[in-house]
């Protein structure tokens, strides 16, 4: 079906900046919501952002809006998380997912995950 790889982590300071890749195989990629969610150690893993299959409908948390963009690109079938002006609270797993049923995707309505990327800001 769809598999999912994340790509791009590693470690900044605070205020820099990282862009985030998932790519993925299967040739139905481009009519699933993809989202980004993140894990600290200890916490729940939370949405942090999602785009619809046409690329139209973005959806951000409130703790990255303003810094975060998401876009994705069907024809490379990859979708690309840009986080500029980063935080130390910021640090986390980092996972894509992919959801077929709605233009928008939640954390219990998955479908695909991918195995994560750190993310990690130093202060």
């Known amino acids: 079906q769809v598999q999912l790889v994340e790509s791009g982590g590693g470690l900044v300071q605070a205020g820099g900046s990282l862009r985030l890749s998932c790519a993925a195989s299967?040739?139905?990629?481009?009519?699933?919501?993809v989202g980004w969610f993140r894990q600290a150690p200890g916490k729940e893993r939370e949405f942090v952002a999602s785009?619809?299959?046409?690329?139209?409908?973005?959806y951000y948390a409130d703790s990255v809006k303003g810094r975060f963009t998401i876009s994705r690109d069907n024809a490379k079938n990859t979708v690309y998380l840009q986080m500029n002006s980063l935080k130390p609270e910021d640090t986390a797993v980092y996972y894509c997912?992919?959801?077929?049923?709605?233009?928008?995707?939640?954390?219990?309505?998955?479908?695909?995950w991918g195995q994560g990327t750190q993310v990690t800001v130093s202060s």
């Open positions: 997912a992919a959801a077929s049923a709605s233009p928008v995707i939640t954390l219990n309505k998955v479908d695909y």
């Open positions: 299967g040739r139905t990629f481009s009519r699933y919501t």
């Open positions: 785009i619809s299959w046409t690329g139209i409908l973005t």
